[in-house]
């Protein structure tokens, strides 16, 4: 039997003495990320998630008839949202496609109504997930520690990095034919080179689903999405293959995606303070309340590629209150972001654009 969801309540969180610290700390480790990769590039781009395959504009359909305990924020009632998504890899340098790495997603749904976070402008609600159910670090000191790791690596050596990543596929596939699996490694290069469009993708973090907690996925629905599951993508020869094969698949492809929501049912079972624990789907089910679709289209179109890579930023601190980020992982990640998006803005000179309303 399925328990009943956990309210929210503010004491779910435990805030630790010694945030604001690491707080301070992933910004100095931001900045170096930002500082290096400008000056290689002459153009600032974003600390992480800095390489995009695909930009695509389509659609978010809220369910009719969700239930009480789903019908919450953004999902409280049906209907239809304008949304842009963003394929990426997480690394904070744009490498070669020969380096493998774990796919991101973001999502930045239009048009959202209700109390917005605290400085939160515009009226979008972003989602922002990757390609695995757990976050890479069980706290946001450890968190500091992984981006220190990935700030001293963050520079040109892209033939050693291409051959460590060649080495820890090896490791990982390893690992996970004894039924291991390993963010660390595969965060550092070791993630299997899979089609971005065939993923399912997590919050892996906790967020407030109005008056309950949630985490988030987005899943493939499509048929031909779905024929891509887990296909690796030939990269050999290909700076840019993920790219190439991402705007090839979307030329004909009518893409589609459930929207789902994994309820809390235990704080026990289920913690809001350690994302390393995967919330077990058999006590925690993922349920769908809507649907993503993007229709054929070039999903490297110059206009939408500046619009979008260019001009916004992505952060799960841009939202309603509803849906606030839960734990000491996603508190740590409000002001590192934003002085990253803002680093970005006033190198390139290009302020972000937080779209408003319909008029957008």
Known sequence: MIASPQRYTPDVETIKPDEKETVEGL??????????????YGHAVRSVHAK????????????????????????????AHKVFLRMSTNAGDILPDAVSLPRGLAIKVLDVEGARLPGAEGTAQDFVMVNGKVFQARTAD????????????????????TVVSSVLRGVNKA??????????????????????????YYSTTPFRYGDYIAKFSIAPVAPAMKA????EIDV????NAIREEVQKEMRTLDAQWEFRVQLCRDLGRQPVEDPTVEWDEAEAPFQRVATIRARPQDSWDPARVEKVNEEMRFSIWTGIADHQP???????????????????????????????????
């Not at 891509?228 to 296909?231: C, H, V």
């Not at 734990?327 to 937080?354: L, W």
Request: glycine share 12%.
């Open 175 to 200: 690992l996970t034919a004894v039924g291991i699996e390993s963010p660390a490694v595969a965060s550092l290069g070791g993630a299997p080179n899979v089609e971005p469009l065939g993923e399912t």
């Open 228 to 231: 891509l599951t887990g296909e």
């Open 142 to 161: 450890k968190f500091l520690g992984n981006l220190k790791l990935l700030a001293a690596t963050t520079d040109r050596i892209e033939g050693t990095k």
């Open 27 to 40: 910004i100095h480790a931001f900045d170096a990320i930002l500082e290096r990769t400008a000056e290689d």
């Open 52 to 79: 995009s395959h695909g930009i695509l504009e389509g659609e978010l359909i809220v369910d009719e008839g969700l239930s009480a305990e789903l019908a919450q924020g953004l999902f409280a009632r049906p209907g």
């Open 236 to 239: 050999a020869g290909r700076e």
């Open 326 to 360: 839960l734990g000491n992982i996603n508190r740590a990640r409000r002001e590192p972001y934003r002085h990253s998006a803002d680093f970005r803005a006033r190198f390139n000179g290009c302020p972000y654009h937080e779209p408003a309303g319909r008029s957008d």
